[in-house]
C-alpha cells in the first residue's frame, strides 16, 4: 500500500517551454502533498505543501508564478514548470500524507532537463 | 527556519567496521525519519522516530532519536558494501512538513 507515481519519469524540454509533472496517490486519498527538488548531490529542498483544493504554500524564495501546483483532487497534484530555463533542470520529487499517518510516501521522482 | 545538519558529508569505510552518521536539528521536532537515497532513484523509507529516546534497528542498520539534545544518530554494525547509498535524515515540522539533512554519501570498500 501508500504507492506514489509521477509522471512522466523523465523529460527534456526547450528552454521557455513549460512541463507539467503529475504526482497521484494510487491506493490512498492525499489530504496534502509535498513537492520537493534535488540538484545533483545535494539534498531534497521542500518548494511547496499542497492541500486538496486550496492554494499551496510556497516555501521562501519559491516563485510560485513559475511552479504553479495545482491540487484538484485527493488522488492527484501537479507542478508546471513554467517557462523552464536551464537552470530549473533537476530532479524533482513529489510525496503524499494521508492525513493519518506520519509518514510521507514519496514518489519515484521525475528529472526535468531543460536544454 | 528549521535547519538540519548531518555529519560527516561523506564516508569512506571498509566492509566489517562500524560506524555513526549524526544528524543536527534547529528547533524543537519529536518527528524524525531516516532514508536511503540510491543514484538516480527517489527516497526509502528506513525508520521513524516518533518520541525521544526512540530506537528501531533493522539489519545492520540501527537509529535513535534524543529530542532533548535534538539529535538522531543512524549507526551501522559491519557494513556490507549494499550499504553503500546516500541517507538522509528528516526532521517534522509542526505542519507535518519535512526539512531534509545534508545527506551523507556512503562508499563501503570491499
Known amino acids: 500500500g501508500a504507492v506514489v507515481s509521477q509522471h512522466p519519469s523523465r523529460v527534456i524540454c526547450k528552454s521557455g517551454t513549460s512541463v507539467k509533472i503529475e504526482c497521484r496517490s494510487l491506493?490512498?486519498?492525499?489530504?496534502?502533498m509535498f513537492w520537493y527538488r534535488q540538484f545533483p548531490k545535494k539534498s531534497l529542498m521542500l518548494m511547496a505543501t499542497?492541500?486538496?483544493?486550496?492554494?499551496?504554500?510556497?516555501e521562501q524564495g519559491v516563485e510560485k508564478d513559475k511552479f504553479l501546483i495545482n491540487h484538484a483532487s485527493l488522488t492527484l497534484s501537479t507542478l508546471t514548470v513554467t517557462s523552464a530555463h536551464p537552470e530549473d533542470s533537476s530532479f524533482y520529487i513529489c510525496?503524499?500524507?494521508?492525513?493519518?499517518?506520519?509518514?510521507?510516501?514519496f514518489g519515484p521522482g521525475t528529472r526535468l532537463t531543460v536544454t | 527556519e528549521l535547519k538540519v545538519e548531518q555529519n560527516p558529508l561523506f564516508l569512506s569505510m571498509q566492509e566489517g567496521k562500524n560506524y555513526t552518521i549524526y544528524c543536527n536539528y534547529s528547533?524543537?521536532?519529536?518527528?524524525l525519519y531516516w532514508y536511503r537515497q540510491d543514484p538516480g532513484k527517489s527516497l526509502e523509507s528506513l525508520f521513524v522516530?516518533?518520541?525521544?529516546?526512540a530506537v528501531k534497528q533493522e539489519g545492520r542498520l540501527m537509529a535513535s532519536l534524543d529530542t532533548k539534545a535534538r539529535l538522531s544518530t543512524l549507526h551501522i554494525t559491519a557494513a556490507v558494501h549494499d550499504l553503500s547509498a546516500t541517507y538522509f535524515c528528516?526532521?517534522?515540522?509542526?505542519?507535518?512538513?519535512?526539512?531534509f539533512g545534508t545527506g551523507t554519501s556512503l562508499t563501503v570498500i570491499p
Open positions: 528547533t524543537t521536532s519529536d518527528r
Open positions: 499542497s492541500n486538496e483544493g486550496s492554494k499551496a504554500t510556497y
Open positions: 510525496s503524499a500524507s494521508d492525513g493519518f499517518s506520519y509518514e510521507q510516501y
Open positions: 528528516a526532521v517534522e515540522n509542526t505542519g507535518n512538513q519535512f526539512y
Open positions: 522516530l516518533l518520541s525521544n529516546g
Open positions: 491506493d490512498f486519498q492525499a489530504t496534502t
